[in-house]
């Protein structure tokens, strides 16, 4: 089991507030990802980051923005968010793996579920 | 275009059956293929990673092949049990970039009923 948090796990707020998806771990990883995740649907890749005060857009556009302060803490945070941005948050980190880059491994934490009403 | 396709989309089996996923992709160059168990409302776990050079890796119940040439994989999971419930998924990452740029597919729902 991987140590990696994310909280809240279940989230339902109102059109227009500002909220942060909070995603920890404690493994020492440099390597964090956030993914977004449609039921039924592939991970789609949103943000990245190769260590602290590095952080990268993924392939997916989103509104949303990220932060790496400390190497331990990759949060996320909307806005304002929309009912558009309903959906399953999946934060990951990964170590280098024994076989170098080409075997990274990365640790998906449980996700939040947001619901935008 | 990149992509990874996967088959069948869902599928149900008795518990103690065997079944296989396949696992079809365009990704180019590639680095590595890898197979991921993921329980409803938690996230992904990784099952098995293989590289270019290895055409079979198994973890317990678990078997993933891989065929390079037709770009191919399978993952075979024998005498299934009802926690086998999940979707699977099959992530192919291409050569190339520092972060190794991962594709992944829709995943297979598998269900086994007692």
């Known amino acids: 089991e991987a140590d990696i948090y994310q909280t809240p796990r279940y989230l339902v707020i109102g059109t227009g507030k500002k909220i942060t998806l909070e995603c920890s771990q404690t493994?020492?990883?440099?390597?964090m990802y956030w993914y977004q995740q449609d039921p039924g649907m592939e991970l789609h890749l949103i943000h990245y980051s190769y260590g602290v005060n590095s952080t990268e857009k993924g392939d997916l556009s989103s509104e949303s923005t990220v932060s790496r302060i400390r190497t331990e803490h990759f949060p996320l945070t909307l806005e304002s968010a929309r009912p558009s941005h309903t959906s399953q948050y999946l934060c990951?980190?990964?170590?280098?793996?024994?076989?170098?880059?080409?075997?990274?491994?990365?640790?998906f934490g449980p996700g939040t579920r947001l619901t935008v009403l | 275009k990149n992509q990874v396709e996967q088959s069948p989309q869902s599928l149900i089996i008795l518990e103690g059956k065997n079944c296989t996923l396949q696992?079809?992709?365009?990704?180019?160059?590639?680095?590595?293929l890898r197979w991921y168990k993921q329980d409803t409302g938690r996230g992904p776990v990784s099952l098995t990673i293989?590289?270019?050079?290895?055409n079979t890796k198994s973890n317990g119940r678990y078997t993933a092949t891989l065929d390079a040439d037709t770009k191919q994989s399978s993952l075979h999971i024998t005498a299934s049990q009802l926690s086998d419930s999940a979707s699977y998924i099959c992530?192919?990452?291409?050569?190339?970039?520092?972060?190794?740029?991962?594709?992944f597919g829709r995943g297979t729902q598998l269900t086994v009923w007692p």
């Open positions: 293989m590289t270019f050079s290895e």
């Open positions: 696992c079809n992709y365009t990704v180019s160059p590639f680095s590595n």
């Open positions: 493994m020492g990883h440099d390597k």
């Open positions: 990951a980190s990964s170590d280098p793996g024994t076989g170098g880059v080409d075997t990274d491994t990365q640790y």
């Open positions: 992530v192919v990452s291409d050569r190339g970039s520092t972060l190794g740029r991962l594709y």
